[in-house]
């Protein structure tokens, strides 16, 4: 069996509380606990969740944007916690990262070509000044741009250009991986789907892999050949992506499911409202974080956590019922 691209076992980030005239620390929230998944070459996996489930922490913790407490994250057979200088300069060029607010990550006093080639002389993948600008213009066209909108400046884009900037900026450096944190959450609906079918043809064209994060399930379910659902930091269920929309089988799943629009208004699915507010991380419910809002939960279910066990094949579940 081939090794997948990415592995990731027992992923673990905590930050501190600090408080007091010290800033001694008080306590941590413990954004990412235990999470393991991988991801192999060219699919994508989505990872979807509330805000504030640790979705984009585990990405920025793949990339080591954030350190992670503890846990493995192997790449290409690369410990990528045990990398520094030149390694870790090496696995940014193999892994990049999408942002969800194109106009916030792109430097709005650079040209869009100085922005996009900035990787290109960071990594020398240009010897001359017009191997730079060739494949500035051919990665402007590759993402749908025009040569000429190298000169200009951030400002004069939309979101969807800015979004497919950021893109081009990233396949400047022949990643193998793309984090896409939330790419599209800040967009129109109508330049979502725009976005994520570029992202889907330049992954037929590059074999590019992607850890595609995102807030609601409907917009990962196209993209994604499977996808992991996250809740207060631990993945609560994980599934190829047409078993998952199918068959959901943990009651958070069912609930997020619930909420996503059929196009077919002949068929008609019942919404589970929640109870209550995604807890605080820093204070989570004991055993399965979810009980205080599940609407099938027994004694049980706050005094032990469930283990993410497979339920049918390649169907996980972290659930005492399911
Ligand atoms: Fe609900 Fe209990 Fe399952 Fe958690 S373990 S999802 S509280 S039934």
Partial sequence: MREPLLKVESLTKAFPIRSGLLKRQTGAVQA??????????????????????????TGRC????????????????????????????????????????????????????????????????????????????????????????????????????RQRIGIARALAVEPKLIICDEPVSALDVSIQAQVINLLEDLQQKFGLAYLFVAHDLSVVEHISR????????????????????????????????????????????QRIRLSGEVPSPANPPSGCHFHARCPIAKPLCSKEVPKLKQSADGHWVACHLR
Avoid at 241 to 258: D, F, G, I, V
């Fill in 32 to 57: 990412v606990n235990g999470v393991d998944f991988h991801i192999d070459a060219g699919e994508t996996l989505g990872l979807v969740g509330e805000s504030g489930c640790g979705k984009s922490t």
């Fill in 62 to 161: 793949v990339l080591r944007l954030i350190e992670p407490t503890s846990g493995d994250i192997i790449f290409e057979g690369k410990n990528v916690r045990a990398l520094d200088g030149g390694a870790l300069r090496a696995l940014r060029r193999d892994i990049q990262i999408i942002f969800q607010d194109p106009y916030a990550s792109l430097n709005p006093r650079m040209s869009v070509g100085a922005i996009i080639g900035e990787a290109l002389v960071i990594h020398k993948l240009a010897k001359t000044g017009r191997e730079f600008d060739d494949r500035v213009v051919s990665l402007l066209e590759t993402v749908g741009l025009k040569a000429d909108h190298r000169t200009r400046f951030p400002h004069e884009f939309s979101g969807g250009q």
């Fill in 226 to 269: 499977r996808v992991a659902v996250m809740y207060l930091g631990r993945i609560v269920e994980m599934a190829e992506s047409r078993a998952l929309y199918a068959s959901p089988k943990h009651p958070y799943t069912e609930a997020l499911l619930s909420a996503v629009p059929i196009p077919d208004p002949k068929v008609k699915r």
